[in-house]
């Protein structure tokens, strides 16, 4: 299975959770704080930003899998932080 590093965007605690979105088709989304980030606890929230939270540790990834395939622009969940702000990475296996 391939892996394609799509993106890396910031995520803080300021309004809405933030939204994973697929950016092109693939079968699971995962999302990781990037390296040399300081750590801190951050919440996911799937398949609605109205779910309640798995909370998630300091440099945990988190992978959202699809009932067959994600195509570009779905979003499986959403992600978001208690306090402060981090910088995730986002990987989609194809």
Do not use: H
Not at 31 to 57: C, E, I
């Amino acid at each position: 299975m391939a892996l394609r590093t799509v993106a890396e965007f910031a995520v803080d605690a300021a309004g809405d959770p933030e939204a994973v979105t697929a950016s092109a088709i693939c079968r699971w989304i995962r999302v990781r704080p990037s390296p040399g980030q300081t750590a801190l606890n951050w919440f996911v929230r799937a398949p609605l930003k109205t779910d309640p939270q798995v909370k998630m540790y300091p440099n945990e990834a988190y992978t959202f899998f699809a009932y067959g395939r994600f195509n570009a622009s779905d979003i499986p969940g959403y992600i978001e932080t208690a306090s402060s702000s981090l910088n995730f990475t986002q990987e989609e296996g194809v």
